[in-house]
């Protein structure tokens, strides 16, 4: 069966829309417009913030403040004070701050707690039992 022959087919273009289609067309479009364009500014917002983070990002690698700062090719050293009689058990070491597990003259234990950057003891903490 043949298909009718349309007046878009004959004229070669589209039938003009209605004022009102049109009118909601108009408003779709700058709607679209309008939200692609807050769309971009947005991403670019974001890629700035990361870009600027990854400008302003501190070098990895470098000593922090609170690390020893020692001269190149110098031995850091100090004098760590125990008690008299005091026999090391154990040490630890975290970042800057050094533990110290020792065995008192009277047999009782305790831990001495030591800041190498400081080159001080910071504390001491008996080991009791109850």
Known sequence: MARPVAEEDVEGGEKPLDPAAEKVRQKLIRFMIVNLSLLFIALMVVIGALVYKARNAPVAGLPS?????????????????????????SQSLSGNRLSIDAELADGSRAIFVYDIAERRMIGQFPIRNK
Do not use: E, N
């Not at 609170?66 to 050293?77: C, E, K, M, N, W």
């Open 65 to 89: 403040t609170g690390d020893v700062q020692v001269p190149a090719g110098a031995p850091l050293s100090g004098d760590i004070v125990l008690p008299v009689g005091a026999k090391v058990v």
